[in-house]
């Protein structure tokens, strides 16, 4: 081996050998990918009861991580698109995108719109993000205090003893009330 080679090698090697010691190191806090069956594309994590981890897919599955494996939830989707899961399937609405599913039985919002997100409060009942905008369930009937905005997510924060609700719009900003 001639000295240029040699000089080319030896950083390289050093380099391999500092990452695969970087991993078999312990102590370090390290990211690992957790195999879904099929590996299929994710659109959702939830938590779910007990310390579980709900996966939901592309292909219109829920997927439950225990820390140990994944495990398939029937939570009646019929391979719709999941766009919005914040909990147990059987206990939360779930927004997909041919519509709102509900496991209580609750009607849909007036044509059943693209759901891209819930989001379920004590105060101001089960909201709902559509492209056509906002969708409440108060009362027992479904209520549109904000249409023909995109909205695509919803958030609750509470501070200072009041409750404020936040929509995110698709290229208009966020609302919020």
């Known amino acids: ?7 080319v090698a030896a950083p390289i090697a050093i380099g391999l050998v500092l990452i695969a010691l970087g991993f078999l190191l312990p ?6 990918r957790e195999n879904l069956p099929l ?3 994710v659109t959702v994590l939830a938590p779910g009861d007990d310390g579980t981890i709900l996966v939901a897919t592309q292909a219109g599955e829920i ?4 820390g140990a494996g994944w495990e398939q939830e029937d939570a009646g989707l019929d391979g719709r698109l999941v766009l ?8 939360h609405a779930i927004g997909t995108a041919s519509g709102l599913v509900s496991p209580s039985g609750l ?24 492209p056509e905008g906002l969708w409440v369930h108060a009362d027992d009937t479904w209520h549109r205090p904000l249409s023909g905005v995109p909205l695509y997510r919803l958030v ?6 009041r409750i404020h609700l936040h929509a995110a719009t698709i290229g208009e900003g966020v609302y919020s009330a």
Do not use: C, K, Y
Not at 27 to 32: A, K, Q, V
Not at 63 to 66: Q, V
């Open 84 to 91: 919005a899961l914040r909990g147990e399937p059987g206990d």
């Open 63 to 66: 997927w439950r991580f225990d």
């Open 156 to 161: 609750e924060q509470r501070r200072d003893g």
């Open 107 to 130: 009607a849909p919002p007036l044509g059943n719109p693209r759901v891209s997100d819930v989001l379920e409060t004590a105060e101001a009942g089960l909201l709902a993000a559509t």
């Open 1 to 7: 081996m001639t000295l240029r080679r040699i000089a």
């Open 27 to 32: 102590g370090g806090e390290r990211l690992i």
């Open 39 to 41: 590996e299929t594309h």
